[in-house]
């Protein structure tokens, strides 16, 4: 479906709910209600295409600006969207990865291969007439992708593992818009062979096939997306000439998706009836989609007639190009009502919310080599003590403000990166100036002044009025304490020789309360403050005391680091900086704001 960047990303909403009710077998780590799924496989058109189509020959790219301007570092990665598609939001709720890539990417390594690859292809469809003048994959011809995949897959973890890989994964299935727009709406060929009843039997038939094909090479679980509102497409309104200031949908084309939906909905159980073991779910994309737009502000929408990118009327692939305008914010998140929105998001603390200022002052606390990142897109040593992302950057996403939160010493931020909120944490930092007397690491207290130096940029960029709204509405975390009791108190009793346990506490607590008061004073209004973290055994080295420059490119690491708890000696793995971000998002943050 190429049809510009506000539409790709709905299709979760019925996807996630599905996933989640039709399987109940669960991780330990999990709710019982999540699945555990080894992979994730996708089949199917540009809605689900993270960039096979950059290694093809065809028109059908999104491999240029503006495609990716709100992905991670702003690159057009061949997702026909502004950012991320539902197999990358679908992976990451799924704690799998981050991103899904692309089959066809050279290089792929073995964890990516083995967590679940995209082999669908924009442009594509059932019916192999819609691909054939844009060269592009049909979805019969994504089969044998799938088994060159299952070939490496052998290689790498042996025959019997990758059949269970296989039989574990959730695969996804989305395509049939393109047969429609371009086989009988816009071009009508089929229509010289059969009325809408036929040409939808004829792409159902071939659904079934392909799926049964799936089922033979091992695939048990898959979710089929049926159509979205067709006629809601601003390109099929654009095709119908509809008045710039009056668009409305096309109820006939509309209705033939709705037809077809009825079928797919009734088919899938038939199919999964005839294949033992086998469970097929149905997702509805057109009711969600119909909603969006007829209650967009509900879901944080303002346009719902016209694409982001130039006119909004027709452009798509390579009429989308960084020549074309596009509109000021394209909207790259949906937020339900109960989801406070916030305009921005501000750090302050320690490692566990450091997204790599350390990286820009002298210390040796610095966590900008390997592993470091090995989770994190692109495999990116960033400077956070982590995996991968930390909580800042998963409550960004999940709150819809940014996919990942910068440090504000990066040079050469951004106006939108600033207006969006930064983290100010100092990897090493506490409450307790003490704290980082020797490693030369900013104390919580000094944060303050990069704060104020943000506050005098947001003023430039915004105005004075407007900045002191965004720092008013911004969300702010603080997470700290840890260091001061670690090197203070525990490990090196310096503060022992001051006071005993309960007056260290309090201690610390006072200088909390002088410090949140400080940003009072600054504007802020909305805060989060976390508790003390406690550490047992990492994934790094021996996971006893490797940290910081112990945890380095020679040091081994564990297998899979979303087993363990924690990354290094100190610091909590991706995996549990995504839950801890899953609770801020669904029980703080909508019961306090």
Not at 269 to 289: F, G, N, R, T, W
């Amino acid at each position: 479906m190429e049809v510009g960047m506000e539409t790709t990303k709905v299709f979760f909403i019925a996807v996630v709910y599905i996933w989640v009710t039709m399987i109940n077998t669960c991780s330990p780590m999990m709710s019982t209600i999540m699945p555990k799924f080894r992979a994730i496989l996708i089949f199917g058109d540009s809605t689900v295409d993270t960039g096979n189509n950059n290694y093809i020959s065809t028109l059908f790219k999104a491999d240029k600006p503006p495609y990716g301007k709100n992905f991670l570092g702003h690159i057009p990665t061949g997702r026909f969207s502004d950012g991320k598609l539902v197999p990358d939001f679908v992976a990451s709720f799924l704690g799998l990865k981050e991103i899904v890539p692309p089959f066809l990417q050279p290089n792929l390594s073995e964890d990516e291969l083995c967590s679940g690859v995209s082999f669908a292809s924009a442009g594509s469809g059932y019916d192999e007439l819609t691909t054939a003048f844009s060269n592009v994959i049909p979805v019969s011809k994504q089969v044998h992708l799938f088994k060159s995949y299952i070939m490496k897959l052998k290689e790498i973890v042996g025959e019997e593992e990758a059949k269970n890989i296989i039989c574990e994964s959730l695969v996804i299935i989305s395509a049939g818009t393109n047969d429609f727009i371009f086989n009988f709406f816009d071009i009508p060929t089929r229509r010289l062979e059969f009325n809408i009843t036929g040409y939808q039997q004829l792409l159902l038939h071939k659904l079934e096939k392909f799926v049964k094909e799936l089922y033979d090479l091992g695939c048990r679980k898959i979710i089929v997306a049926g159509l979205p509102p067709i006629g809601c497409l601003p390109i099929q309104m654009s095709a119908k000439f509809e008045i710039l200031n009056d668009r409305k949908c096309l109820e006939d084309q509309n209705s033939d998706a709705q037809s077809y939906n009825k079928k797919l909905s009734k088919l899938l159980p038939q199919i999964q009836a005839m294949l033992p073991k086998s469970k097929i779910v149905y997702a509805d994309v057109y009711e969600p989609l119909v909603d969006m737009m007829n209650y967009p502000h509900g879901y944080g929408f303002a346009e719902t007639k016209l694409g982001c990118c130039g006119t909004g009327l027709l452009e798509a692939s390579f009429l989308c190009n960084p020549l074309t305008p596009i509109c000021k914010k394209p909207a790259d998140s949906m937020k339900s009502t109960k989801t406070p929105k916030f305009p921005a998001i501000l750090i302050f603390g320690d490692s566990t919310v450091d997204t790599g200022n350390n990286n820009y002052i002298r210390t040796l606390f610095k966590a900008d080599r390997s592993p470091y990142g090995q989770n994190f897109p692109g495999h990116e040593a960033t400077g956070r003590f982590s995996d991968g992302k930390l909580v800042p950057d998963f409550v960004a996403s999940f709150l819809g403000i940014k996919e990942v939160v910068p440090p504000f010493l990066k040079p050469n931020l951004s106006k939108d990166e600033l207006c969006t909120g930064v983290s100010f944490a100092s990897a090493g930092s506490g409450y307790d100036d003490l704290t980082t007397i020797l490693s030369n690491v900013i104390p919580v207290s000094k944060q303050v002044q990069l704060f104020k130096s943000y506050i005098w940029k947001l003023k430039e960029i915004v105005g004075e009025e407007e900045a002191k709204n965004i720092i008013n509405e911004a969300l702010v975390m603080i997470s700290a304490g840890t260091n001061d009791l670690i090197f203070n108190f525990f490990d090196l009793p310096i503060r022992r020789f001051e006071f005993n346990i309960t007056e260290y506490q309090h201690f610390l607590l006072q200088r909390l309360e002088n410090f949140v008061k400080e940003l009072y004073e600054l504007g802020c209004r909305k805060m989060i403050v976390a508790g003390f973290a406690e550490t047992k055994i990492g994934c790094c080295g021996t996971g006893l005391v490797e940290v910081s420059f112990l945890c380095n490119p020679l040091t081994p690491i564990c297998g899979n680091s979303s087993e363990f708890l924690f990354w290094d000696s100190v610091h909590p793995s991706q995996q549990v900086y995504r839950y801890l971000a899953k609770y801020i998002e669904k029980e703080v943050v909508p019961h306090n704001f």
